[in-house]
């Protein structure tokens, strides 16, 4: 089934989008800004990923791939930053229309983002050898610091609204790490991660997502927060 890839990025994207017209939602006109905000994160996230590729960190399986690539990634990679980020951010702002009150307490928001930070600088200083964890809970440190010191509502929303992602995403990237087919789609070199997976998923997949959203979410705010400010009378 080489477009099995495809069919798991265009099923990510498919429902959300179709409903960013509802009448409600009004999800199209945050348009502008996701799409600069994707632009941006592809900026971090790919470049990363064709190092990775290239040095056999991970890698893909053909047999689940239309066979088109750019830059040792193969087309579906690409899309993968569109579909997703777009499928999570449209859940994100989903809940917050439905939950307007959705969010955890400053005071909770701040203690687990100190205990996330110190339980990933504890994970790379004994795991700093390993490429995958290095790299990714690095990312994830910078960001929930920045989003802390900077959006501490952002962070207070996206700590429940990422445990309603954990659903899809145990299913998509399930299926890409070899869950419910013959073989994986996406394989990983143990020996640069910490080789504890979830089920199929490396666990720091799972950071790695989160990483990847919340850079998203953070610069879409950044983006509104600007153009409000512009919009308002001097």
Same mark, same amino acid.
């Given at each position: ?28 006109? +945050? /348009? ?15 470049? /990363? ?28 990679? /690409? ?70 010191k900077t ?21 998509? @990237? ?12 996406? /394989? ?6 910490? @080789?504890?997976? +979830? ?16 850079l998203n ?18």
């Amino acid at each position: 089934m080489n477009y099995l890839y495809l069919l798991l990025n265009l099923g990510s994207i498919s429902i959300p989008f179709l409903f960013s017209f509802h009448p409600k939602l009004k999800f199209y006109k +945050l /348009w502008r800004s996701l799409l600069k905000s994707m632009f941006i994160s592809m900026l971090v996230f790919i470049p /990363w990923d064709i190092v990775f590729t290239a040095n056999g960190f991970w890698g893909f399986n053909s047999a689940y791939l239309l066979g088109f690539e750019l830059f040792y990634l193969p087309v579906e990679e /690409w899309l993968f930053f569109i579909c997703i980020p777009y499928a999570c951010v449209f859940t994100h702002y989903a809940l917050l229309y439905y939950f307007p009150n959705l969010g955890l307490p400053d005071n909770y928001t701040k203690m687990i983002a100190y205990i996330l930070v110190f339980l990933f600088t504890i994970v790379i200083v004994y795991n700093y050898n390993k490429w995958y964890t290095l790299i990714n809970f690095t990312l994830a440190i910078i960001l929930i610091y920045i989003t802390l010191k900077t959006q501490l509502k952002l962070l207070s929303q996206f700590y429940i609204t990422f445990l309603v992602m954990l659903i899809p995403f145990f299913i998509v @990237n399930g299926i890409l790490t070899g869950s419910y087919i013959q073989d994986e789609v996406v /394989w990983y070199n143990n020996a640069e991660n910490l @080789n504890i997976r +979830l089920f199929t998923i490396p666990v720091e997949d799972a950071v790695y997502a989160f990483s990847l959203i919340l850079l998203n979410l953070f610069l879409m705010v950044s983006f509104q927060r600007s153009q409000k400010t512009s919009q308002s009378p001097h």
